[in-house]
């Protein structure tokens, strides 16, 4: 059982800056592709990036692409989401997620296997 925690969550005006954490106990954490998504109120839940096991190799969706940034920290089973210029529209719970040794780059609600319970961001205009 993977279990995750994000933290980091908070409210902040437009155009600011924030960093969530997502902190894993797994002992083989460098062998999951991490996840991050967001769900906005009445809203399906949304890829916004992930990181993939092994090389760390990043990927986005074209909506925080250029603004948001990945990293994985492997000797603390922790991923980072760095988030800049933020907008209103980016206002939503952020879920962090993991899956086990995955095929490409997983963009997919169903292609993870494990979630965390998700960090509110509130972004002021």
């Known amino acids: 059982q993977v279990q995750l925690r994000e933290s980091g969550g908070g409210l902040v005006q437009a155009g600011g800056s924030l960093r969530l954490s997502c902190a894993a106990s797994?002992?083989?954490?460098?062998?999951?592709?991490m996840g991050w998504f967001r769900q906005a109120p009445g809203k399906e839940r949304e890829f916004v990036g992930g990181i993939t096991w092994g090389g760390g190799y990043t990927y986005y969706a074209d909506s925080v692409k250029g603004r948001f940034t990945i990293s994985r920290d492997n000797a603390r089973n922790t991923v980072y989401l760095q988030m800049n210029s933020l907008k209103p529209e980016d206002t939503a719970v952020y879920y962090c997620?993991?899956?086990?040794?995955?095929?490409?780059?997983?963009?997919?609600?169903?292609?993870?296997?494990?979630w965390g319970q998700g960090t509110q961001v509130t972004v002021s205009s």
């Open positions: 997620a993991a899956q086990h040794f995955s095929s490409g780059r997983p963009r997919g609600v169903h292609e993870y296997a494990y």
């Open positions: 797994e002992r083989t954490f460098s062998s999951y592709t």
